[in-house]
């Protein structure tokens, strides 16, 4: 009970973080979303409930596992691998860590979401995203929480394992900005926005390359990348017609679990 209450003071300071961020979110989304809207729909009540208590369970209840798993991850490959590798890469400067750190971590985000499609297992979890039929920014953290532990562990398990993430790399910062970046990438790809970036579209990830990820009327497995689309060019699963979806959702959206991943 003692251990209960002493935590008190530091959920509460999360809790007011996360409504502060929400307010700022709200602030940026929510009038642009009523002006540049590629689908006007007016969200029911009990929608919008469930977007926003799965907003603080899942911006809570993943870090908590993660942090704790990452430290099992980081025992286990000072125990595995030889020391100078984590090393090197541990010492580098944040100008260079933090874009190869991201690179890295976008990577097994790719492979981590592209596999939650494949295996049914992961699809359990995963089909919680993709059944909202109305995507807008709140749309990112409609998720179960395994799901997101999971997508996150291929991520940033690379990191912990070479050193860029962790006390060999002198510290959480990090992971912290790689999950940072990502999430608040994720609000923007979710939101109900009508913009097209141009040449940048083959850069980042924007809405619209997004939305054809969430379409119900065609098959789901493409535009995997959550920030850097580039590698779907490269795995083979990027596509960005000209024109929206017109629905979104699940229909037959059922994982194939047999053949190769690739």
């Not at 899942?58 to 020391?83: D, E, Q």
């Not at 940033?156 to 070479?162: A, E």
């Not at 809405?207 to 779907?232: E, G, V």
Request: aromatic share 12%; hydrophobic share 55%; with cysteine.
């Amino acid at each position: 009970m003692n251990d209960i209450l002493a935590y008190l003071p530091t959920f509460a300071v999360n809790v007011g973080r996360l409504c502060l961020w929400l307010a700022l979110l709200s602030l940026v989304f929510v009038p642009l979303e009523r002006w540049l809207a590629v689908r006007k729909a007016r969200l029911p009540r009990r929608a919008l409930a469930i977007n926003l208590g799965l907003y603080f369970l899942n911006s809570l209840l993943p870090a908590a596992v993660l942090s704790a798993l990452m430290a099992v991850v980081t025992v286990a490959a000072h125990a595995a691998l030889p020391p100078a590798l984590p090393a090197a890469l541990g010492a580098l400067p944040l100008a260079v860590k933090l874009p190869l750190s991201f690179l890295i971590a976008e990577i097994g985000f790719y492979w981590g979401h592209r596999l939650s499609h494949r295996l049914p297992w992961l699809w359990y979890f995963h089909s919680v995203h993709h059944k909202p039929e109305h995507l807008y920014f709140l749309i990112n953290t409609h998720a179960h929480p395994v799901d997101m532990v999971v997508t996150r562990l291929f991520g940033m398990t690379p990191l912990y394992i070479l050193g860029l993430a962790g006390a060999s790399a002198g510290g959480s910062a990090t992971p912290a900005l790689v999950i940072i970046i990502g999430t608040i990438w994720g609000f923007f790809i979710h939101s109900n926005l009508q913009v097209r970036l141009g040449p940048l579209e083959s850069v980042v990830a924007t809405p619209a390359f997004h939305h054809w990820h969430h379409t119900s009327i065609a098959p789901l497995d493409r535009n995997f990348s959550s920030t850097l689309p580039f590698l779907d060019r490269v795995f083979g699963t990027w596509y960005l017609p000209d024109h929206w979806p017109s629905a979104y959702g699940l229909a037959d959206a059922a994982p194939k679990s047999s053949g190769p991943v690739a």
